[in-house]
């Protein structure tokens, strides 16, 4: 079973993920802020880090950023509303390789997530 970080300020998105996800199996694990999961990150293993974009304090960019200096292997699927070329080139250029933008639906976010964890894979060999 895979299990996913998700991070984002809105609790409703929190929560609506992590309904989603564990009802299609995977184990998940939410935080509301960039220092949250970064702790989740040192003290846990993960799959998959689906993050938001616009956050209070530090940004996903930011956490992005520090994840694929500690955590290189690491995918990662960001979210937002706010899904600008600026963005998406920012993420990409830090080490994000899916996107999806919010609001989505639970089969665009089961679908996202399923491509994230398949291509790591697929990167692996297997």
Known sequence: MSTILVVDDDRVV??????????????????SNVKEALAALESGNFDLLLADVI?????GIY???????????????????YPTPETI???RRLGATHFI???FTPDELIEA???????????DGG
């Not at 929190?14 to 935080?31: D, K, M, N, Q």
């Open 14 to 31: 929190l929560s609506s993920c992590r309904r989603i996800l564990e009802a299609e199996g995977y184990s998940t694990r939410v935080t």
């Open 55 to 59: 956050m209070p304090e530090y940004d």
């Open 63 to 81: 956490l992005i950023g520090n994840v694929k200096q500690k955590w290189p292997d690491l995918p990662i699927l960001v979210m937002s509303g």
């Open 89 to 91: 080139s920012s993420g």
């Open 101 to 103: 933008a919010k609001p």
């Open 113 to 123: 997530v399923a491509r994230a964890l398949a291509t790591d894979k697929n990167k």
